[in-house]
Antibody
């Protein structure tokens, strides 16, 4: 059974960089057919896809966040990471990591981490 | 980006009811649609992919249909554990986008 677990600071100051790591267990992050994604959800609101990475290191980001997002992968640790720069209060949300099952043009999310709340505040 | 619109935004129902949620895409997405269930404080859970294929382990009272721009999620006999928020997601094109959610509440 694949499991994902987010980790990182729960509080980030405005203008700084949010950094989170997702550790994958129960399967190799290097397995084919999957993209590894970050998704966020502000309190009481809907889901927003942030971006994804493939085991090769290729990335794709949501255009609305592209200028501030970097996703990287460390296959030796079975982890992938998110960096979001120049954060504001609007970036306060629960951040999820998820496995994307590649199907057709894109993918759906079959496994999710439990989520971690990141608050942007001074 | 493709806009996904769900209706209704919320509904009240009783255990045993048949419930239908609609999701409309702003352009055709073939059958590249998934449905998720989210309970408070929990991560979303995949219910259905490819518009109508039930994810392993999901009860058969859940079903999905549709293609192109109009899709439905049906719960045939609502159980107490089904009270949650449901989201649709298109994976036809980047960026993947979600509907705004439909909250199913106890009447």
């Amino acid at each position: 059974q694949v499991q994902l677990q987010e980790s990182g600071p729960g509080l980030v100051k405005p203008s700084q960089t949010l950094s989170l790591t997702c550790t994958v267990s129960g399967g190799s992050i290097s397995s084919g057919s999957y993209y590894w994604s970050w998704i966020r959800q502000p309190a009481g609101k809907g889901l927003e896809w942030i971006g994804r990475i493939y085991t090769s290191g290729s990335t794709n980001y949501n255009p609305s966040l592209k200028s501030r997002v970097t996703i990287s992968v460390d296959t030796s640790k079975n982890q992938f990471s998110l960096k979001l720069s120049s954060v504001t209060a609007a970036d306060t949300a629960v951040y999820y990591c998820a496995r994307g099952f590649i199907s057709g043009p894109a993918y759906y999310f079959d496994y999710w981490g439990q989520g971690t709340l990141v608050t942007v505040s001074s | 980006a493709i806009r996904m619109t769900q209706s209704p935004s919320s509904l009240s129902a009783s255990t045993g009811d048949r419930v239908t949620i609609t999701c409309r895409a702003s352009q055709g997405i073939s059958s590249y649609l998934a449905w998720y269930q989210q309970k408070p404080g929990k991560a979303p859970k995949l219910l259905i992919y490819a518009a109508s294929t039930l994810q392993s382990g999901v009860p058969s009272r859940f079903s999905g249909s549709g293609s192109g721009t109009d899709f439905t999620l049906t719960i045939s006999c609502l159980q107490s554990e089904d009270f949650a928020t449901y989201y649709c997601q298109q994976y036809y094109s980047y960026p993947q986008t979600f509907g705004q959610g439909t909250k199913v509440e106890i009447k």
